[in-house]
């Protein structure tokens, strides 16, 4: 696509509930990012993955946390059990190359919030 | 639109008059520099990046600095216009490779028509 897709755009979920957050690369991006971004704060790394392998999950806070990539394209980020403490923007970002001397583009996020 | 931050720090700027950004890092083995831009409601946008090995790189009206002897990242914003108010982040690459970049907390600028 034109750029990095989200969705949903809003969720609102039930504390003890699992939700999934999707991530649609741009097209022939290989690097996707995982990043959490509080208000008033920059984003935090959560994970990233190089086409379909996942390089580095050290930003995922707990084990609720996991995100997959099965097909180097799309991506989910499931949250199992919701805590209020999880309530964010969920942002994706992507990159054409792999490492991070090169720009990232970000989509426009999910905002989650458990209640 | 969702606000980006609420308690960030604010620079207010004339419009027409030229917007200095600062940003302190920490990490002395940082190669990569990256300042991004974000509006109310969107991802943040890339603005302009540089390596260590510059201290000076210039875009179309924006220019950064690095002062890697006192870890030390500016953006330079001339002439601002009120398109440019956003929160702005710097962002390194913390170590030389396949790395995330770590960003660093915003700065609010608003431009005053």
């Known amino acids: 696509g034109a750029g990095v897709s989200q969705s949903p755009r809003y969720k609102v979920t039930k504390r003890g509930q699992d939700v999934a957050l999707r991530c649609d690369p741009i097209?022939?991006?290989?690097?996707l990012y995982w990043y959490r971004q509080a208000l008033g704060q920059g984003p935090e790394f959560l994970t990233y993955?190089?086409?379909?392998?996942?390089?580095?999950k050290s930003g995922l806070p707990n084990d609720r946390f996991s995100a997959e990539r099965p097909e180097g394209s799309i991506s989910t980020l499931t949250i199992q059990r919701t805590e209020q403490r999880d309530s964010a923007m969920y942002r994706c970002?992507?990159?054409?190359?792999?490492?991070?001397?090169?720009?990232?583009?970000f989509g426009s996020g999910t905002r989650l919030t458990v209640v | 639109g969702e606000s980006v931050g609420l308690h960030l720090p604010t620079l207010s700027v004339q419009e027409g008059d030229n917007s200095i950004i600062n940003c302190a890092y920490s990490?002395?083995?940082?190669?990569?520099f990256i300042w991004y831009k974000q509006e109310s409601g969107k991802g943040p946008q890339f603005i302009i990046d540089?390596?260590?090995?510059?201290d000076k790189r210039q875009g179309q009206r924006v220019t950064v600095l690095l002062n890697k002897t006192v870890k030390h990242l500016s953006l330079q914003i001339a002439a601002t216009q009120p398109g440019d108010s956003a929160v702005y982040f710097c962002?390194?690459?913390?170590?030389?490779?396949?790395?995330?970049?770590?960003f660093g907390k915003g700065t609010r600028l608003s431009v005053i028509a």
């Open positions: 970002a992507s990159s054409s190359r792999t490492g991070s001397h090169y720009g990232y583009t």
């Open positions: 097209s022939g991006h290989v690097s």
């Open positions: 993955f190089n086409y379909e392998a996942q390089q580095d």
């Open positions: 990490n002395s083995a940082s190669d990569y």
């Open positions: 540089i390596r260590s090995n510059m």
């Open positions: 962002a390194e690459n913390p170590n030389s490779g396949n790395t995330p970049l770590v």
